[in-house]
């Protein structure tokens, strides 16, 4: 088995927000698989155990570029905050995203190939970037991107510079201004339900059908009768139901009017979005956690052998 570490349990409480206790039994269970011991946590804790899930530890800045129907959103990551306050991290930040939308890049590599110059540095964007980080002093790197041009109305919303949003739409510019600050807040997975993905949505009946088997351990251990299979069954499916509708933009509570969902809000307002997308910076990274109780044992015991 898996030796579990301090650092182990610290990086699945910061991730679930459980007790350190529960972290620790959970990643026991799971033979030290950080993703199975979420899952775990979620079906004994409910929710609760998910809802740090999208903190993100790596640092950066997204930016957008919007011209007509063209656009462009971009994550651009470096190693600490300080940088994404440095005035030349973001003038590149911002060309990379104006270089995306105007010359449609097939990828990172072929954006870094773009002419541009900068800070005295160039003649390309890899030529800027290069020469970025021997200027400030800390790696930097254009992790993705997305051009926009298929022909609908783009409009964008950033939240500081950690959460960039666009929506692609027909109609309102104001209602869907509106949706994009909704998404940047409410941060769905999908437009509809019929577009969250298949795994998701069985990651998720697997958690429901998990807690309902430690509702009837619960039970059992209490002396009541289990309920039927098919009540469980339907519990299962609600869960499932439930979830759908939390993260598919269109059934959610509009935020500015939680009275209405966004799909109502944008029928009354004669617009539609065709589709979106979100950056959160660092979304899906893992920043090295240290174990900091092994790294000053290790300290004390060199000390030790120089003494």
């Known amino acids: 088995m898996a030796a579990i570490t ?3 349990v610290a990086e699945l409480r910061a991730k679930t927000d459980a007790p ?3 972290c620790k039994k959970a ?3 799971a033979e030290g698989n950080l993703e199975k011991a979420e899952e775990l946590l979620r079906i004994k804790l409910g929710n609760k155990a998910g809802k740090a899930a999208s903190r993100v530890t790596a640092e950066g800045v997204v930016a957008a570029s919007i011209d007509g129907s063209t656009g462009a959103l971009l994550e651009v990551n470096c190693e600490t905050d300080f940088v994404t306050k440095n005035d030349s991290f973001l003038a590149l930040a911002k060309a990379a995203a104006e270089l995306i939308a105007k010359n449609d890049p097939a990828d990172v590599a072929a954006l870094g190939a773009l002419p541009h110059s900068q800070d005295g540095f160039g003649p390309t964007l890899e030529d800027v970037r290069k020469g970025l980080i021997g200027k400030i002093g800390e790696n930097m790197s ?7 041009g298929g022909g609908s109305k783009l409009v964008s919303y950033l939240h500081g510079t950690r959460i960039g949003v666009v929506v692609e739409f027909e109609g309102d510019e104001v209602a869907a201004k509106d949706v994009a600050m ?3 807040a409410m941060k769905p997975v999908a437009l509809s339900s019929s577009d969250v993905p298949a795994e998701m949505i069985e990651k998720e009946r697997a958690v429901a059908a998990g807690k309902a088997e430690e509702d009837r351990k619960t039970a059992e251990a209490a002396g009541k009768p289990a309920q039927p299979p098919e009540i469980v069954a339907k519990r299962i499916e609600g869960g499932v139901q439930k979830y759908l509708k939390e993260v598919s933009l269109l059934n959610q509570a509009f935020v500015k009017n939680d009275k209405q969902t966004v799909e109502q809000m944008l029928k009354a ?5 065709k589709g979106f997308t979100l950056y959160v910076v660092g979304e899906g990274i893992e920043k090295k956690v240290d174990d900091f109780a092994a790294e000053v044992a290790a300290q004390v015991a060199a000390a030790k052998q120089s003494a």
Do not use: D, N
């Not at 254009?142 to 926009?148: C, L, V």
């Not at 307002?269 to 979005?273: D, W």
């Open 269 to 273: 307002a004669g617009t539609t979005v």
């Open 142 to 148: 254009f992790r993705r991107f997305k051009r926009f």
């Open 6 to 8: 301090a650092s182990m």
């Open 182 to 184: 909704h998404i940047a």
């Open 27 to 29: 990643l026991t269970e």
């Open 20 to 22: 350190m206790m529960e």
